[in-house]
T-cell receptor, first 115, second 113 residues
Framework: KAGVTQTPRYLIKTRGQQVTLSCSPISGHRSVSWYQQTPGQGLQFLFE???????NKGNFPGRFSGRQFSNSRSEMNVSTLELGDSALYLCASSSTGQFVNTEAFFGQGTRLTVV | SQKIEQNSEALNIQEGKTATLTCNYT??????LQWYRQDPGRGPVFLLL?????KEKRKERLKVTFDTTLKQSLFHITASQPADSATYLCALDRNSGYSTLTFGKGTMLLVSP
């Protein structure tokens, strides 16, 4: 079974630009969560999608948005990039998003550098 | 405010010893707690899940305890090996109504030969 695939692995963008990151979950998984990881803040939850609906959102500005398609693939978009958006962006998939019974499977992440 | 605290200082131990990592939380009432391992530049990998009605869980050389009174989980690696060197993260329910994982910042474990 293929794992969670995130593309691209690395990105360099300029301040003010926008970026779109992609995540393909494990086949059959309907829940996709996105996290931002920085050395100072650790893993911070961005949002979670289940069957194309956003069920939960973290405390991030509106510049961060996402969506999920009918095949469960998900994208996240960051507009008007700031230097502080430089981070490792991780996507996690699970069958139900009910973590009392199951685990999260993470992708390798996308390393975004804003210059 | 809600907090999950893991020791920010790296834990250095010798090969063969038992490593014990701590996860403390405040203002949460999690139904479960999970532990993950993360290697540099890679995504976290699930290790163990323990539910609120379980005191202890084991898997090979790993053991997790969960004390809901103390609001603490301990993660043990027995007979540690250099290959166990990594950052270990605890994660629990965000109390959002839907299960959403909230992570501690992790503790780096360094096992020397």
């Amino acid at each position: 079974k293929a794992g969670v695939t995130q593309t691209p692995r690395y990105l360099i963008k300029t301040r003010g630009q926008q970026v779109t990151l992609s995540c393909s979950p494990i086949s059959g998984h309907r829940s996709v969560s996105w996290y931002q990881q920085t050395p100072g803040q650790g893993l911070q939850f961005l949002f979670e999608y289940f069957s194309e609906t956003q069920r939960n959102k973290g405390n991030f500005p509106g510049r961060f948005s996402g969506r999920q398609f009918s095949n469960s693939r998900s994208e996240m978009n960051v507009s008007t990039l700031e230097l502080g958006d430089s981070a490792l962006y991780l996507c996690a998939s699970s069958s139900t998003g009910q973590f009392v019974n199951t685990e999260a499977f993470f992708g390798q992440g996308t390393r975004l550098t804003v210059v | 405010s809600q907090k999950i605290e893991q020791n920010s200082e790296a834990l250095n131990i010798q090969e063969g010893k038992t490593a014990t990592l701590t996860c403390n939380y405040t203002n949460y009432s999690p139904a479960y707690l999970q532990w993950y391992r993360q290697d540099p530049g890679r995504g976290p990998v699930f290790l163990l899940l323990i539910r609120e009605n379980e005191k202890e869980k084991r898997k090979e050389r790993l053991k997790v305890t969960f004390d809901t009174t103390l609001k603490q989980s301990l993660f043990h690696i027995t007979a540690s090996q250099p290959a166990d060197s990594a950052t270990y993260l605890c994660a629990l329910d965000r109390n959002s109504g839907y299960s959403t994982l909230t992570f501690g910042k992790g503790t780096m474990l360094l096992v020397s030969p």
